[in-house]
């Protein structure tokens, strides 16, 4: 068993520009819920027993949605980057103390997966790997190639052998040794990307598993940030309102539309495949089709992609 996650926490979201203004990206809402909340359900379904969260960007949200740090009863520990975010291998230094001398895994706070985690796991332990990257076939840029006869990862990004191949999409999802953290340079700001191109370079263990299972999004764009709804709404009840969220009886509500706590809609109001924050606001008569209104912010009138 893998007891501890590290869940990537710290990023600007800057993809997302103004959805972001006053959230990090892992605790923008999908179906009313933080996007953080289903990478800690995912990993609780492969036995991990406590998180730890990288923060920088807007840190002081994750208080307001993790006040006890603790999330169904598994401590959460949550360390800020500052004045400077570390990158992604520059945080697992920053709390290497708060990992441990175990394996652990590592988990992108800004996708949204169920896929199968045990095949990893298994790969993982049975392989000897340092690190076991999970791949998928398609499903975003395929920058990494695997040679599934050794398991072995054997570039990335064209940065060791342009011309090994085939490829696949890097989850951001990885399996990784404690031992690892020794690769890292100390109190620097650096991704996981060079520091594993050096290990392919040196014939170290990094490894890969190709899982096609499931569902994976990267939620880094608000087009991926509304079909996540509009699949979900394929296998759950949509729309999806709040129960403190206040719906006028002749507001139309359709689609994969999520309407936040404490959100108000007013009477005549038409909202479909649109997504409705806490506290926000949507007037009398406004039609919003595939639209963001963040939270506590009024809209009027009428809009059609477009984000407030």
Not at 145 to 153: E, H, K, L, N, T
Request: net charge negative; aromatic share 8%.
């Amino acid at each position: 068993m893998i007891h501890t996650a590290f869940v990537l926490g710290a990023g600007l979201g800057t993809r997302l520009k103004s959805l972001t203004a006053r959230r990090p990206k892992p605790l923008i809402p999908v179906a009313n819920r933080p996007l953080i909340t289903y990478a800690f359900d995912h990993l609780l379904g492969a036995g991990v027993e406590r998180f730890v969260v990288n923060t920088h960007w807007r840190s002081e949200a994750y208080a307001r949605y993790f006040p006890e740090t603790v999330y169904r009863g598994v401590p959460v520990a949550f360390r800020d980057e500052q004045p400077e975010i570390l990158e992604t291998a520059g945080g697992i230094w920053n709390v290497r103390d708060l990992l441990g001398d175990g394996t652990f895994i590592v988990y992108n706070g800004d996708i949204f997966s169920d896929l199968p985690l045990a095949p990893a796991l298994r790969a993982h332990r049975t392989s000897g790997n340092e690190v076991t990257m999970i791949l998928r076939a398609s499903g975003g840029p395929l920058q990494v190639a695997f040679d599934s006869a050794s398991g072995r990862v054997t570039d990335i990004g064209g940065r060791v052998d342009a011309a090994a191949g085939p490829r696949f999409l890097f989850t951001g999802i990885y399996v990784v040794n404690a031992e690892f953290i020794a690769r890292i340079p100390a109190a620097t700001k650096i991704g996981v990307v060079p520091i594993f191109c050096e290990m392919i370079r040196s014939g170290a263990k990094l490894g890969g598993v190709v899982i096609d299972d499931g569902q994976w999004w990267d939620l880094g764009n608000r087009e991926n940030y509304l079909d996540v709804h509009a699949d979900l709404a394929t296998r759950q009840t949509a729309p999806w309102i709040h129960p403190t969220a206040e719906v006028a009886p002749s507001a139309v509500i359709r689609g994969a539309t999520t309407i936040g706590a404490g959100a108000r809609v007013a009477d005549h109001a038409s909202v479909i495949d649109s997504l409705i924050w806490e506290g926000a606001e949507i007037a009398s008569s406004t039609s919003l089709i595939r639209c963001i209104i963040t939270d506590g912010q009024r809209v009027d009138g009428n809009h059609s992609h477009a984000d407030f």
